[in-house]
């Protein structure tokens, strides 16, 4: 998974030792937290960063530049994951409850 090929990149750059007061959080949960964050903020820089095309000449520039790139006839652009509402591991409960207010995993 993307998930699995990025904690391999970067897991030994953000893994910790346990010390005497405490375990150290493992890599897969360092890397999620910190991929939960910067996800979560997207919505503060989205306007800034995202820009959907306003005239015909840009939505056919942008179709075009799709097709081009992935082979997708006629199409603008794609959407991408979802949550799927689950019955958490029991004692991971907190680490599958979403900004939604419920359990879920997410589809991408």
């Known amino acids: 998974s993307i998930f699995s090929?990025?904690?391999q990149q970067i897991g030994p750059h953000i893994e910790k030792l346990d010390?005497?007061?405490r375990a150290a959080i493992p890599i897969e949960k360092r890397?999620?937290?910190a991929l939960y964050a910067l996800g979560s903020s997207i919505d503060k820089f989205f306007h800034r960063l995202i820009k959907f095309p306003n005239?015909?000449?840009?939505i056919q520039d942008t179709i075009?530049?799709?097709f081009i790139k992935w082979g997708y006839p006629l199409c603008?652009?794609?959407l991408d994951s979802t949550h799927i509402a689950i019955k958490p591991p029991l004692g991971f409960e907190v680490d599958y409850f979403n900004?939604?207010?419920y359990h879920s995993i997410i589809m991408l």
Do not use: Q
């Open 5 to 7: 090929s990025l904690l």
């Open 76 to 78: 603008i652009g794609a």
């Open 19 to 21: 010390t005497n007061y």
């Open 99 to 101: 900004y939604k207010k």
């Open 31 to 33: 890397l999620a937290c």
């Open 55 to 58: 005239t015909d000449a840009e």
């Open 64 to 66: 075009d530049g799709v």
